[in-house]
Nanobody
Framework: VLLVESGGGLVQSGGSLRLSCEVS????????IGWFRQSPGKERVFVAS????????YYADDVQGRFAISRDTARQTVFLEMNNLKPEDTAIYYC????????????????????WGQGTQVTVSS
């Protein structure tokens, strides 16, 4: 599976961005997708995930209510809508995929994902 992120950029605190993860090599409807982020000197951490059917979504506590994950199966793309951005959201954002039907809590772990995109930088200024 090939994943390509886009949509990152520089935004002021309180602003919004929409990240895209374009998927090829496998139908979006057949894989689980997760979004992670990594700040300099820190580990890669979970942001959000969406199930194969698109029915179930899961969010990290610090983005719950501000971020929304969705997908467009016709466009083979998964989105991460980010609102009310804060400086602490600054990071490189990665999308990742897995074919395995993990439990939602397991999808919070980077190690369960088989394929990763190259990342897109999000910078939130105060």
């Amino acid at each position: 599976v090939l994943l390509v992120e886009s949509g990152g950029g520089l935004v002021q605190s309180g602003g919004s961005l929409r990240l895209s993860c374009e998927v090829s090599g496998r139908a979006v409807g057949g894989i689980f997708i997760g979004w992670f982020r990594q700040s300099p000197g820190k580990e890669r951490v979970f942001v959000a995930s969406i199930s194969r059917t698109g029915e179930f979504t899961y969010y990290a506590d610090d983005v719950q209510g501000r971020f929304a994950i969705s997908r467009d199966t016709a466009r083979q793309t998964v989105f991460l809508e980010m609102n009310n951005l804060k400086p602490e959201d600054t990071a490189i954002y990665y999308c990742a995929s897995t074919l395995t039907r993990w439990r939602l809590v397991e999808l919070m772990t980077p190690n369960v994902y088989e394929d990763w995109g190259q990342g897109t930088q999000v910078t939130v200024s105060s």
